[in-house]
């Protein structure tokens, strides 16, 4: 991964845990097929230092054995997924502590410093000029497919090219971190003990990921992201089991490798999570001055064009209803803290999921951005 990217992967996924309204943000596909056994551990009042066995074992104890916790972990998962124990106490025991993992997970944890959001930085730094000529040469080069999936899941060609494009840029910056370290490291060693649920998440996400590897499906020595995303979409392993697609139909999914299946899988999965074929992104309205009182800070939309007209919301001069005004709505903000300021937007359906990619207003909101730069005859 390349350290421009990385800066702005760091950027990006501290907004994403902060730029939402809601306290959840995590990576694409976090339900699982089943859920194992939560931390033991009950939260501290605080957030705890980092660990700093770096370069250790993830997950055994001084005796060489898997660590009680882990232990449990795996006995659990073999007996519900139906996987030989030994293989999976194997795979455990391979993965090393990644202390950088757990600094870029919780930067809050690691710098002792508040996360500011900033909607203007944010949406400087993925929709730039390079990314959006790499987007066009990747729709140009890509047509086919991208056709193909704009009509089986009525999501059009430039999200999808949008997302791998913020995603990974197209490809090109995939992660570099052990997928298997990532995940043990977070589901054993979550860096804010405030946050139980994401230990628990990446828990799911870590027995998913060793399934999906038991069954051949994925390789142990898979590389993505810190958080465990894979591929040129970025899906975590659990995505990967509900959503992915064999878009070029060789027998395998192959996310880092297969345009065809990334692309696919980005299709399946937004319309899995409520696009709606032909609504835009954004309804083309003119809010009133002040419109926080209807900003719910939620990821489904809970106002109507009725309620909003009201409030003061009209048509933006030559707009026309495309048949959002009968759907449900929702009002976004987008708040730049360092200068207190915020921009609004009249989000529909399909933005919201948008944030079922990435639970963040900042995420969804540039990748909207981002195709609208991509369109071209």
């Known amino acids: 991964m390349f350290i421009s990217w ?10 994403m845990l902060a730029a939402c309204s809601t306290p959840a943000a995590e990576r694409p596909g976090t339900g699982s097929s089943s859920q194992l056994p939560k931390p033991s551990t009950p939260a501290a009042s605080g957030t705890a230092a980092l660990p700093t066995h770096t370069g250790e074992s993830a997950v055994l104890a001084p005796d060489g054995r898997l660590r009680p916790e882990v232990q449990a972990f795996a006995n659990e998962l073999a007996a519900t997924r139906g996987l030989q124990p030994a293989a999976v106490n194997s795979l455990l025991a391979s993965a090393t502590y990644n202390e950088r993992v757990a600094k870029l997970i919780a930067p809050q944890v690691a710098t002792g410093r508040k996360i500011v959001r900033s909607w203007t ?7 730039e000029p390079v990314r ?38 197209y490809g090109r910056n995939m992660g570099s971190f052990r997928v298997m370290d990532s995940l043990t ?23 998913d990921f060793i399934e999906l590897t038991l069954q051949g499906k994925l390789d142990a020595e898979t590389e993505g992201s810190f958080a465990g995303a894979i591929g040129m979409s970025q899906f ?28 696919m899988s980005v299709g399946n999965f937004l319309s899995e999570h409520g696009w709606q074929r032909g609504l835009p992104v954004f309804a083309p ?17 809970k106002q109507d064009w009725t309620r909003i007209e009201a409030a003061g919301g009209r048509l933006m001069p030559g ?13 976004i903000d987008l708040p ?41 005859p």
């Open 236 to 263: 975590m392993p659990g995505s990967i089991k509900l959503y992915a697609v064999d878009g070029d139909q060789d027998g395998h999914i192959d996310l880092a490798h297969s345009i065809e299946d990334a692309v």
């Open 336 to 376: 730049d803290e360092a200068r207190g300021t915020a921009q609004y937007r009249t989000a529909t359906e399909n933005f919201f999921a948008l944030t079922q990619y990435n639970r963040s207003y900042f995420y969804a909101a540039s990748v909207a951005d981002l195709a609208s730069a991509l369109e071209q």
């Open 132 to 169: 959006i000529r790499w987007g066009i040469d990747f729709r140009d080069a890509n047509r086919d497919v991208l056709n193909r999936a704009a009509q089986r899941y009525g999501v059009p060609d430039t999200i999808i090219a949008a997302i791998i494009g913020v995603e990974t840029n």
């Open 319 to 331: 707009a026309r209803d495309t048949g959002w005004m009968a759907r449900p709505l929702g009002v």
């Open 185 to 207: 490291t977070l589901a054993f060693d979550y860096p804010d003990t405030t946050r139980p649920e994401r230990e628990t998440m990446f828990r799911n996400q870590l027995a």
């Open 285 to 301: 309205v003119t809010l009133p001055a002040n419109p926080a009182a209807l900003v719910d800070g939620g990821l489904v939309p």
């Open 6 to 15: 990385r800066l702005l992967q760091i950027g990006a996924f501290s907004a």
């Open 121 to 127: 930085v944010y949406r400087a730094r993925v929709v």
